[in-house]
């Protein structure tokens, strides 16, 4: 009683009411919206049930690509960051000169906005001029050289390095943070049963660090579904469909004026990852719970 | 001497990151400075000659003073607005948990995996008469910045002691002037982890202008840049002055805010 004198609800509500009108609203519009032949051309707003997703389920290899390439992006992202970013936390951990100068590199490409990178990207990655391919025929390795954005068999690995390139130094931070909140007497004792490195990595530092790396492989998970600056700078989903992700889909239905397939795609994405969400963001509330 | 080797080679390793890391940014600044012709190729070289009127020639054609400004309002307003309403509400739901606030907690929290649905959004943007407005940006960037920021305001708010509180009611503060002058100030340290955050986040923010915002007059410097490089693709020279002129401010205030920035990540990963 006291507490809700002290503590009253409708502090919250105006916060609550802005976040349900525009994020909650629109995705529960959503399911009916995907029902509808929505589109820029004429007024009206007929229900036609399923058709679309009928459109996107039988224009077949499109929809199964752009699914497939979300995907594929979201695991080789997390797994690349994870691992490079642990190996990057562990080097700049300690036993280095100038550490603090060299976090702070890696740490930067995380901070500018993807769409810069992407456009310097397109600058070092172009086949002729680029600094990748002039690099590689200046050490004469001109058979690694590659149509990089252009090759329907590079075009997505490239957005996958270069998100790489981007994301590494924000997991090495979170990682770097769990590192140095492993105390060192674990070390010792492990040490002193006769541990090689590999023993000490193995069984102190990976389930030490493992609230860390639960953390941002879901950050990592959240993100790669999530993809669309990415792939809309770097090739806008071409050479033909080859890079399309489930965002730069929805972009370019919206573009079409197609809404009710745009709505229809969004509709899926949003009932799978609040469906995922529910549950990843139950585990990471749970330990606040429990405090108070 | 092992030892010796070892150290050599982890150093080398840090200096070859580095340098992967600042090479393309490199390449941007010293390309910034080339005329069109040298620029072209966008070697790593040195310019023959330093043309420093690209800068002036951006910042004109570029309409960049417009669009820094424009930025500038949508990323410290959405940072004011966002704190201040994710702050409020993280402190009821950590103060008074009860079951209607743990739910309420737990919903809002749930965004951060909730995707936006862009198409829908526009409906509702058209139905609050904000669609193509500068509002409308600065009212979906707070929106969006809310559901970490009231992850990361409670976590924090759990750790402050109640007992502080109490010695306000006990001077018989109102609810909103006990939030507000004893609360707040406790917050300090993780409203700047958050603000620097989400002005950060707002700055590079492409997709919600390029949805909602059909206006070239009111486009925040990303899309600004954006458009610029699809006028200007074979003068390389005027694109990287833009990149530069567009970067810089997130650099300034990472730099600054670079001890926020860390410990905000830290505490966010901390809990698990």
């Known amino acids: 009683m006291l507490r809700n004198k002290t503590y009253p609800f409708y502090f919250t509500l105006a916060t609550i009411a802005l976040y349900t009108l525009f994020l909650v609203v629109p995705g529960v519009m959503g399911f009916y919206y995907s029902l509808t032949d929505w589109n820029s051309f004429s007024d009206e707003i007929n229900f036609i049930g399923l058709d679309n997703f009928k459109t996107l389920f039988s224009s077949g290899e499109h929809y199964m690509s752009y699914v497939y390439n979300t995907l594929n992006f979201t695991v080789s992202t997390v797994v690349l960051k994870t691992a490079l970013g642990l190996l990057f936390a562990i080097a700049l951990n300690e036993g280095i000169k100038m550490k603090g100068f060299h976090r702070v590199m890696v740490f930067m490409p995380a901070i500018i906005p993807m769409l810069v990178v992407g456009l310097v990207f397109k600058s070092v990655l172009n086949p002729a001029t680029g600094l990748l391919n002039e690099t590689l025929r200046y050490v004469g390795l001109d058979f690694l050289a590659q149509k990089w954005l252009v090759d329907v068999n590079w075009a997505f690995k490239s957005i996958i390095a270069v998100d790489t390139w981007k994301g590494v130094g924000y997991i090495m931070i979170i990682l770097l943070a769990g590192l140095q909140s492993i105390s060192k007497s674990y070390y010792e004792a492990a040490s002193i049963d006769g541990a090689n490195l590999w023993h000490k990595f193995r069984y102190v530092t990976i389930p030490l660090l493992m609230p860390s790396l639960v953390v941002t492989t879901v950050l990592n998970l959240l993100y790669g579904l999530k993809v669309f600056e990415a792939v809309y700078v770097l090739t806008n989903g071409g050479p033909g469909y080859a890079t399309d992700v489930v965002y730069t889909a929805i972009f370019k239905e919206f573009s079409m004026g197609r809404y009710g397939v745009g709505t229809a795609l969004s509709t899926m994405l949003f009932v799978f990852m609040t469906i995922a969400g529910y549950f990843i963001i139950r585990l990471m509330t749970k330990g606040e719970d429990e405090r108070s | ?272």
């Open chain 2, 1 to 272: 001497m092992n030892k010796k080797v070892q150290s050599l080679l982890v150093n080398g390793l840090a200096w070859i990151l580095s340098l992967t890391m600042l090479t393309p940014l490199l390449l941007i600044v010293v390309n910034s400075f080339k005329t069109q012709t040298e620029a072209a190729s966008m070697k790593l070289s040195l310019p023959t000659r330093w043309v420093w009127d690209n800068y002036s020639v951006v910042i004109e054609k570029g309409k960049l003073i417009s669009s820094f400004s424009n930025s500038l309002l949508y990323s410290a307003a959405a940072t004011v607005f966002g704190i201040a309403l994710a702050a409020i509400a993280a402190y009821i739901f950590a103060r008074n948990p009860s079951k209607l606030n743990r739910f309420f907690y737990f919903f809002m929290v749930l965004g951060i995996a909730m995707p936006i649905n862009f198409v829908t959004l526009t409906k509702v943007m058209q139905f609050t008469h904000i669609i193509n407005t500068q509002l409308g940006i600065i009212v979906l960037l707070t929106v969006i910045s809310l559901p970490f920021s009231v992850f990361l305001l409670h976590g924090y708010i759990g750790s402050v002691p109640r007992e502080l509180d109490e010695a306000g009611i006990v001077d018989g503060c109102s609810p909103f002037r006990l939030f507000r002058t004893i609360v707040l100030p406790l917050l300090a340290p993780v409203l700047a982890t958050v603000g620097v955050l989400n002005f950060m986040n707002a700055w590079n923010e492409f997709v919600i202008p390029l949805y909602y915002l059909n206006d070239s007059g009111k486009w925040p410097m990303t899309l600004a840049v954006y458009n610029f490089f699809g006028q200007f693709q074979v003068s390389w020279n005027l694109v990287s002055a833009d990149i530069v002129l567009t970067t810089l401010p997130v650099i300034v205030i990472y730099l600054l805010g670079q001890k926020y920035i860390i410990s905000g990540m830290t505490s966010g990963s901390v809990k698990g």
